[in-house]
């Protein structure tokens, strides 16, 4: 069962996420419906700890082993979607991949994994040309800044 609760209109979610850079380009993925990104992930699990849910959910969308190389960001998110409020804490690691994944030069691709998905590997210097949230990841990614810390991102007002 996921790290997810529903009350009335209120959700709190519980996800985990990957920074994956490889040769100036970080990958990011979006639903097919969706206009905006995110970085990979999924939620997590009850009962099962952010790294393992990591490794699971990169398994799971991109067939890739994984190895975590360290904690980055947790992100507390407060944001309306589909007219509920999202309370959402994303916990952000860096990894790199095992198994190959290729960059697809620069084009939206999907896999059987994850259907419902179209993943991207964008360059660094054009992350502005794509709406990335949450927004702060967006901003540590173009400064570089890959230094654990913690953000409270209210988008709700």
């Known amino acids: 069962m996921d790290a997810v609760f529903h009350v009335e209109h209120?959700?709190?979610?519980?996800?985990?996420?990957?920074?994956m850079i490889k040769e100036g380009r970080v990958l990011m993925h979006r639903a097919k419906?969706?206009?905006?990104?995110?970085?990979?992930?999924?939620?997590?699990?009850?009962?099962?700890?952010?790294?393992?849910?990591?490794?699971?959910?990169?398994?799971?969308?991109?067939?890739?082993?994984?190895?975590?190389?360290?904690?980055l960001w947790a992100i507390e998110n407060f944001f309306t979607y589909a007219e509920k409020e999202i309370h959402e804490v994303g916990i952000y690691f860096k990894i790199t991949a095992e198994n190959l994944l290729p960059l697809?030069?620069?084009?939206?691709?999907?896999?059987?994994?994850?259907?419902?998905?179209?993943?991207k590997w964008v360059p660094l210097e054009k992350l502005d040309d794509y709406v990335l949230y949450p927004r702060v990841v967006k901003e540590k990614l173009k400064e570089g800044s890959l230094e654990p810390d913690y953000f409270l991102v209210d988008q709700s007002r």
């Open 104 to 119: 697809h030069d620069g084009e939206e691709f999907t896999v059987l994994e994850a259907d419902r998905l179209v993943f």
């Open 10 to 19: 209120q959700v709190f979610n519980y996800r985990v996420a990957a920074v």
């Open 33 to 71: 419906a969706e206009t905006n990104w995110s970085l990979p992930g999924g939620r997590v699990k009850l009962g099962e700890d952010a790294k393992s849910s990591l490794k699971r959910e990169m398994k799971e969308e991109l067939d890739l082993t994984v190895n975590i190389e360290g904690f």
